[in-house]
């Protein structure tokens, strides 16, 4: 089975600081997508970066970056200088690679950033 | 295009009540998706079509559950006789072809099933 796996239910950082997210998965295939969105509370879901499978060069945008390690399964999310606007649950997903239109995603990780 | 609208953004219904929730995509986007979100779970699909063709069903959709996408635009997701067990946030999205450019998501019909 395609899984998920994010293990930190909720972490809380001061303003300011840098915080990361972890997530693992379990897939069989070689070609795949890894995606984190973000869903403020009361607010529609947003992507926040993504990464090619098949890429080594770690995906970047602007605060956001990630660590992706493709044996290890592992794809975190890192937030730099994070501001109070970046308080949200975050979820980690990845995609059925040979079917190419469903995500499996992860239970999440509420981020509490405090003034 | 100011993104994905769903409505209502909240329904509260009767058990064995019948519900309509309605989704209008991106109008450049031909795939769209259904997904039911529970609180402090990921989304779990539901469907998908491309244009007006349902191509993907899981089995979550039972019976009850049907989906429509008429001419391609807007979607509709139906639950007949509806149970306490379908309370939910029932998420739209859109996306050009493939996943990897990532969703479009509307804010969401929340169902609450008294």
């Known amino acids: 089975a395609q899984t998920v796996t994010q293990s930190q239910p909720e972490m809380s950082v001061q303003e300011a600081e840098t915080v990361t997210l972890s997530c693992t998965y379990d897939t069989s295939e070689n070609n795949y997508y890894l995606f984190w969105y973000k869903q403020p509370p009361s607010r529609q879901m947003i992507l926040v970066i993504r990464?090619?499978?098949?890429k080594q060069q770690n995906a970047t945008e602007n605060r956001f970056s990630v660590n992706f390690q493709k044996a290890a399964k592992s794809f975190s999310l890192k937030i730099s200088d994070s501001q109070l606007g970046d308080t949200a649950m975050y979820f980690c997903a990845f995609d059925v690679g040979d079917s190419n239109y469903q995500l499996i995603w992860g239970a999440g990780t509420k981020l509490i950033i405090k003034p | 295009d100011t993104g994905v609208s769903q409505n209502p953004r909240h329904k509260i219904t009767k058990r064995g009540q019948n519900v309509t929730f309605r989704c209008d995509p991106i109008?450049?986007?031909?795939?769209l998706y259904w997904y039911r979100q529970t609180l402090g779970q990921g989304p779990e699909f539901l469907t998908y079509f491309q244009n007006e063709a349902q191509l993907e069903k899981s089995r979550l959709l039972s019976d009850r559950f049907s989906a429509e996408r008429p001419k391609g635009s807007f979607s509709t997701l139906e639950i007949q006789r509806t149970e306490q067990g379908d309370s939910a946030m029932y998420l739209c999205a859109s996306s050009p072809t493939g996943v990897y450019y990532g969703y479009t998501f509307g804010s969401g019909t929340r169902l609450t099933v008294v």
């Open positions: 109008s450049e986007h031909n795939r």
């Open positions: 990464q090619e499978a098949y």
